[in-house]
T-cell receptor, first 111, second 110 residues
Framework: SQTIHQWPATLVQPVGSPLSLECTVE??????LYWYRQAAGRGLQLLFY??????ISSEVPQNLSASRPQDRQFILSSKKLLLSDSGFYLC??????????FGPGTRLTVT | GQQVMQIPQYQHVQEGEDFTTYCNSS?????IQWYKQRPGGHPVFLIQ?????EVKKQKRLTFQFGEAKKNSSLHITATQTTDVGTYFC??????????FGKGTKLSVKP
C-alpha cells in the first residue's frame, strides 16, 4: 500500500518569508499527486494536482506554486507568505484503484 | 462547478445515540466516497459507492447511495467516543481530483 511522507509537521513563519513543503510517496509509481489546504474548521480546498513529472495544474489563483521534480516527489512553495496562507496542508495520492491516500499534513502558521 | 452540500455542519450526540450525515448534489454523481478525519489528523478513506441505491455496512456504519445518485448518507448506530471527528463526502472530478463537501463535525459526549 501507499505511504505518503510530509515534512515538516508544523511550521511557524513570518509574513513575507518563503515556504517549501515537501511530499514523497512510497509504494506506487507514477501516482497522481495533489496538494490540499484546510483552513481551521473548514473543508478541503484543492490547490494543485499533478499527473506526472513536471506537469502541474493549479486550481486556485494564489501566491503558491508547486513542482514535481521526481515521480514520487511533490513540492509546494511560496516566495512570500501571506497571513491567509495559514492552514493545514495535505498531500494526497490516488491509488491504482480509487481511494485517495493522504499524508500526515503540515500545519502552517503565518505570523 | 460541481459540488456537494453536506448537512448538518455540526452534530453533538450522547454516547449511544445514532448519528447521520447527508451529502447532496444537484447533478448525478458517478461515485461517492466517504472519509473520516480525527481531530488533528488527516482524512482517511472509509468507502466508495458507485451503484444506484447501493448500501454498504462497516460494523456500526451504514453508507447509502441514492437511487438517482444525487445523494448519499452515512449513518452510525450507537455512537462511541471513538467516532469523534469530521466526516466528509467526496466525489471524483474530471481530473481525478476529489471534490469534498465541507464535512460534518461529530462530537460525542460520554
Amino acid at each position: 500500500s501507499q505511504t505518503i511522507h510530509q515534512w515538516p509537521a508544523t511550521l511557524v513563519q513570518p509574513v513575507g518569508s518563503p515556504l517549501s513543503l515537501e511530499c514523497t510517496v512510497e509504494g506506487t509509481s507514477n501516482p497522481n499527486l495533489y496538494w490540499y489546504r484546510q483552513a481551521a474548521g473548514r473543508g478541503l480546498q484543492l490547490l494543485f494536482y499533478s499527473v506526472g513529472i513536471g506537469q502541474i495544474s493549479s486550481e486556485v489563483p494564489q501566491n503558491l506554486s508547486a513542482s514535481r521534480p521526481q515521480d514520487r516527489q511533490f513540492i509546494l512553495s511560496s516566495k512570500k507568505l501571506l497571513l491567509s496562507d495559514s492552514g493545514f496542508y495535505l498531500c494526497a495520492a490516488v491509488s491504482s484503484i480509487y481511494e485517495q491516500y493522504f499524508g500526515p499534513g503540515t500545519r502552517l502558521t503565518v505570523t | 462547478g460541481q459540488q456537494v452540500m453536506q448537512i448538518p455542519q455540526y452534530q453533538h450526540v450522547q454516547e449511544g445515540e445514532d448519528f447521520t450525515t447527508y451529502c447532496n448534489s444537484s447533478t448525478t454523481l458517478s461515485n461517492i466516497q466517504w472519509y473520516k478525519q480525527r481531530p488533528g489528523g488527516h482524512p482517511v478513506f472509509l468507502i466508495q459507492l458507485v451503484k444506484s441505491g447501493e448500501v454498504k455496512k462497516q460494523k456500526r456504519l451504514t453508507f447509502q447511495f441514492g437511487e438517482a445518485k444525487k445523494n448519499s448518507s452515512l449513518h452510525i448506530t450507537a455512537t462511541q467516543t471513538t467516532d469523534v471527528g469530521t466526516y466528509f463526502c467526496a466525489f471524483r472530478g474530471s481530473q481525478g481530483n476529489l471534490i469534498f463537501g465541507k464535512g460534518t463535525k461529530l462530537s460525542v459526549k460520554p
